[in-house]
């Protein structure tokens, strides 16, 4: 996907703060943060959405469910909290069609899952 920004990334044709590099997936920080830590993990594969993922890439979400939960640590918010989340398609807000999971924290995100 020669358009897809995260593609580009994840090929080294674009920049981006990357911590994590793993054969099937990569953590960057995201350019514009929502908060003091705010680090975005991609799949190399261009899957557009959630919508798109399949039973065989449950394993590639348990590690980046796991790399998640390493980087919280590594930054140090494990203990106080974090959120992870993947927004999908319009009503979910999401702005970039690979898919993508944040996580986030550093500040308290409070209770309200959405406004
Ligand atoms: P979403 O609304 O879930 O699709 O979120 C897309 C996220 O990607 C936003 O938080 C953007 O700030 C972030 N983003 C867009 N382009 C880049 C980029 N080139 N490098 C890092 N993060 C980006
Ligand atoms: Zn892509």
């Known amino acids: 996907m ?14 981006a703060t990357i911590v994590h590099e793993s054969p099937d997936f990569l953590a960057f920080e995201d350019i514009h943060p929502q908060a003091p830590v705010h680090t975005l993990l991609v799949p190399r594969e261009h899957l557009p ?9 449950a394993p ?3 590690r980046m469910v796991l790399a998640a939960r390493d980087i919280a640590r ?5 203990e106080r909290g ?34």
């Open 2 to 15: 020669d358009a897809c920004i995260f593609c580009k990334i994840a090929s080294g044709g674009a920049k």
């Open 49 to 57: 959405t959630l919508n798109d993922l399949r039973p065989e890439h």
């Open 60 to 62: 590639l979400l348990g």
């Open 74 to 78: 590594s930054r140090g918010i494990a």
């Open 82 to 115: 974090y959120r992870l989340l993947a927004n999908c398609n319009a009503d979910g807000g999401q702005a970039v069609f690979h898919l993508h999971f944040h996580l986030l924290g550093g500040r308290p995100l409070g209770a309200k899952l959405c406004s």
